[in-house]
């Protein structure tokens, strides 16, 4: 009896040690990059995260199967959790790119090195808003929010859209108005940033004239959405009368014929980036640059600008028609520095329930 | 005695090691299932509890001085306990009514009422929040027909919809346990001259107690932990499982995510302790412990007509919540533009993710009916130290949040050699290790009934081990097989807190799908997809059971 006791103690410990001891030691490193691959073949398909919306990487992953035949498996996941997705996957990522994300992603890959640099013709002399200077990332698309309503919402209380994100302060909209969570939209955190630099730093009464704007306006809003889009969907709906949100889903529902009315106001949108870099590790290195050269192309940006956002080229864009007024000045890298710091502080004065 | 059998044999090397294993087998595939078991339940956890410890300077309480000094993490807590106490108070005493109303009620309410609660076990549970959104949004059915300048969005709305949610299964366990109390006890107090009133307090509600304790601890868990509903309706209400769940995956932060995911586990490990130190000591078996309790009894109206309150106004909820969703599912947008339309149903976007449920599902149901199975033999016939151990491991996998538990696969599987996370296997890998319990308890009901001597009988007689297992343990064990591949599955099918951490390019599951298209406010597509899911569901597991009954392995409810 005892000798079968210890046998079996014996076997499950030497096969503890099997798969203990490799799990205790460091991860192994990375290996080198590859070098450019020489045959100039095409893989079958690659793996990519996207943010945005659903349609439109649908569109996107359609558009490079039709022109590079390459398949593109994403999936749809918000910039934040892209973020955190990358952070616990280094070294070993899931997918082989990035397509159309935002800023602080590609800023974080690059200061980790999870990215890989990448010399793109496609590219080439365009200036800093567009393609990081190193080439760790690439920029199709510029998002900007927009301020919506529901016409039927406002018709019955006979209220105007308002034509500034002042007028979004009067006591008329209290718990009539939706915004996304800083603490979790990438669209929000730039109306953060754009309402702290809007109201505060650029008109010289710092940080706090913003936040004095963020605690009057958080008087009137109902609750903040988890996800940058969710604004367009619940005002078409009418569940709300005035949203602020990611223009990407405006005219889509529009089209689908809901009762929506967009409006930049006058002090202009901010803006941020639309990124895509290439994952270190991929085994479709040569693939993944192709890509990159053919988000580069002008067709491309006119598929981004019909669905509203800002491109590169001179190329009409959906919704706005020409380029929408930004607010000028906006200090991008200011708002990525202090990311943490900010999000720390609007949880403290605004999640209060 | 296989000993002796292994003795009179020729000592070949072959028959040495099949000698081995015919004496060790028991103990090598119970040292094998322990390890696996502690690696897919507790690797993880301890992954999340170091992650919460661990700074990019080394070991460090930062993390926890962060959670205690900021005001937004004590308001999440606090009303995440509000919620599980509240809703762990509603979910036992209408489960209560209604299992006392199947067992012991007119037999005429019992099918119907089991059908109406069996019906939210194969439904994801955050339908609720959509059923609730449609009828009392800001443009809800009900909010506009009484011109209300209010919504269900907030506290009391979370409350709500996880009581439904988790109704089932507070049923479901209250049930088991009075189904199998002896009512001889119960008739010989009414005999006696008893009250039916105290009956109830003095014999019944007592004997419970261990149900009671053990639905109450995994309904506070399930209700705390579980974000769906909270997520869709909390409108600006925090709660500790959404905030974890978006800390990560909107924050990209995982220690603070994981420090979350401590004050998660808390209360689950402190409800554990108390359940274990309470019961311990105490037998409550009947004697007989056999259910016999089949007849309806006479229950006077006073205690009655309550009863049959509550349960039809519980149940009436659910009819009226898949009626709301059947109805989203073929309107444009229910309550505002209520045009017939079959654009949501036919959408091929939740057609593709079905199918990778079905498939991770299917997985995740068949290693889960054969590990509960092994399991249960190992700790009913092994005799190595450390069985109770593996037992009281796999009971805890179902205490676990479900958010803990995806990040936890998350930390632990993402590096070489169990380089899990992206393939479609950790997803069925995740959800069987949770719901293990289920299978295996199955199983030891079933071993329990089969004495050792008819195994040792045919080993005697010169059966192989393997030949014995095949023959006699493996046909007295199949419904338990069959039981644990159900119950999988259809958790799998519906699993959302744990199966958001690790789904993969490419490779989303509908109730991803269900959830993010209600983020988004698409009430059309969540509905159509969730109908659709329930729909699959249900017609699995009609198809199981059916060809289960027609090869003569009936599957009884509770194997």
Redesign the interface.
């Given at each position: 009896?005892k000798s079968?006791?210890l046998?079996?103690?014996g076997?499950?410990v030497c096969?503890?040690l099997a798969?203990a001891l490799?799990?205790c030691a460091p991860?192994?490193p990375v290996e080198e990059e590859k070098p450019p691959v020489e045959e100039e073949e095409l893989a079958k398909s690659i793996?990519?995260?996207m943010s945005g919306t659903?349609e439109h990487d649908a569109d996107q992953a359609n558009f490079i199967k039709q022109k590079l035949g390459v398949e593109v498996?994403?999936?749809?996941?918000?910039c934040?959790?892209i973020?955190?997705r990358?952070?616990?996957?280094a070294p070993?990522f899931?997918?082989d790119m990035c397509i159309s994300v935002c800023g602080p992603q590609a800023v974080t890959a690059k200061k980790e090195g999870w990215s890989i640099a990448y010399d793109s013709p496609a590219w080439r002399g365009l200036g800093s808003e567009w393609k990081d200077p190193d080439d760790y990332w690439f920029n199709t698309a510029c998002v900007v929010f927009v301020l919506v309503g529901n016409e039927d919402r406002l018709a019955e209380q006979g209220y105007a859209m308002p034509d500034s994100w002042e007028d979004l302060l009067d006591p008329k909209w209290k718990g009539q108005i939706v915004m996304p969570?800083p603490?979790?939209?990438g669209t929000a955190f730039r109306m953060l940033f754009t309402f702290l630099q809007l109201y505060g730093t650029l008109v010289g009464k710092g940080e706090e004239g913003g936040w004095e704007y963020m605690a009057a306006l958080d008087k009137n809003i109902?609750?903040?959405?988890?996800?940058g889009?969710?604004p367009t969907?619940?005002v078409a709906?009418?569940?709300?009368t005035l949203g602020i949100t990611n223009q990407a889903q405006v005219q889509p529902r529009i089209d689908e014929g809901y009762p929506l009315l967009w409006t930049i106001p006058e002090e202009g949108s901010g803006f941020g980036l639309g990124p895509n870099f290439i994952l270190k590790g991929t085994e479709e290195l040569y693939t993944c640059q192709k890509i990159i050269d053919l988000l580069g192309t002008e067709e491309f940006s006119a598929l981004r600008a019909a669905t509203g956002y800002v491109v590169k080229d001179d190329v009409p864009i959906a919704l706005f028609g020409t380029k929408p007024k930004l607010v000028p000045n906006l200090d991008l890298n200011w708002a990525f520095e202090n990311q943490d710091r900010l999000?720390?502080e609007w949880?403290?004065r605004f999640?209060?329930? | 005695m296989a000993e002796a059998r292994a003795l009179s044999r020729p000592r070949f090397v072959w028959q040495k090691i099949e000698d081995f294993f015919a004496v060790h087998i028991v103990s090598t595939t119970g040292g094998l299932l322990f390890l696996i078991v502690a690696i897919f339940l507790l690797w993880p956890i301890i992954a999340v509890l170091t992650r919460s410890v661990f700074g990019s300077e080394g070991l460090t309480l930062e993390y926890y001085k962060t959670f205690i000094s900021k005001s937004y993490y004590h308001r999440s807590f606090y009303n995440s306990l509000l919620l599980g106490v509240l809703t762990t108070s509603v979910c036992l005493s209408v489960g209560f009514c209604i299992a006392y109303l199947t067992t012991c009620g007119p037999v005429y309410l019992r099918r119907p009422l089991r059908l109406v609660t069996f019906l939210l076990l194969i439904s994801p549970p955050y339908i609720f929040a959509l059923s609730l959104i449609i009828l009392l949004g800001h443009r809800g059915i009900i909010t506009q027909a009484l011109h209300l300048n209010w919504a269900i969005y907030g506290f009391t709305g979370v409350v709500i919809a996880q009581s439904l949610a988790f109704l089932p299964l507070a049923y479901m366990m209250i049930e088991n346990t009075l189904s199998s109390l002896n009512p001889n006890l119960e008739d010989s107090a009414a005999n006696l001259g008893a009250t039916e009133g105290k009956i109830l307090r003095s014999i019944t509600l007592p004997l419970l107690r261990p149900g009671f304790l053990k639905a109450a601890l995994i309904v506070y868990v399930l209700a705390v932990a579980e974000f769906g509903n909270a997520a869709l309706l909390s409108g600006r209400t925090s709660f500790l499982a959404p905030d974890t769940y978006l800390t990560i995956v909107g924050e990209a932060n995982y220690n603070m995510g994981s420090v979350l995911s401590f004050f998660l586990l808390l209360p689950c490990i402190i409800v554990f302790v108390i359940q274990n130190y309470l019961i311990r000591g105490k037998s409550y078996t009947t004697i007989g412990g056999k259910p016999v309790a089949a007849e309806p009894r006479h229950i006077s109206s006073v205690i009655l007509i309550p009863m049959l309150a509550v349960s039809f106004i519980a149940c009436g909820l659910i009819l009226l919540t898949f009626l709301v969703v059947g109805l989203g599912a073929f309107t444009k947008i229910v309550g505002v533009d209520n045009t017939f339309t079959l654009k949501s149903i036919l959408d091929v976007g939740s057609t593709a993710v079905l199918i990778n449920s079905l498939k991770v599902s299917f997985l995740a149901g068949l290693l889960g009916g054969i590990l509960g199975v092994l399991l249960a033999y190992v700790i009913i016939r092994g005799r190595f130290r450390g069985r109770t151990t593996l037992e009281g491991m796999t009971v805890s996998g179902i205490t676990l949040p479900g958010t803990v538990l995806g990040i936890g696969y998350i930390l632990a599987f993402n590096k070489p050699p169990l380089l899990l996370t992206g393939t479609i296997v950790i997803l069925s890998i995740c959800s069987v290790f949770r719901h293990l319990v289920v299978g295996m308890e199955a199983g030891i009901t079933k071993l329990k009934q089969l004495s050792i001597e008819v195994e040792e009988a045919s080993l005697n007689l010169g059966a192989s081990t393997v030949t014995t297992f095949r023959r006699i343990v493996l046909p007295i064990t199949f419904p338990a097989f069959m039981y644990g591949f159900m119950y999988t599955f259809m958790r799998t099918m519906v699993g959302l807190s744990a199966m958001i951490f690790l789904i993969s390019p490419g490779y989303s599951l509908v109730s991803v799908y269900i959830f993010n298209e209600a983020t988004l406010g698409r009430i059309g597509l969540s509905c159509a997809a969730t109908l659709k899911l329930i729909t699959v569901v249900s017609a699995c597991l009609a198809i199981l059971q059916f060809s289960s009954r027609r090869t003569g392995l009936s599957v009884t409810r509770k194997a």
């Open positions: 009896m079968k006791w046998i079996s103690v076997l499950v096969l503890l798969f490799p799990m991860a192994p793996r990519a995260y659903p498996k994403y999936l749809y996941l918000s934040g959790v973020g955190a990358l952070d616990a996957e070993r899931s997918a969570s603490a979790t939209s109902d609750h903040y959405t988890s996800g889009n969710a969907d619940l709906r009418g569940e709300f999000m720390d949880k403290t999640v209060t329930e | -």
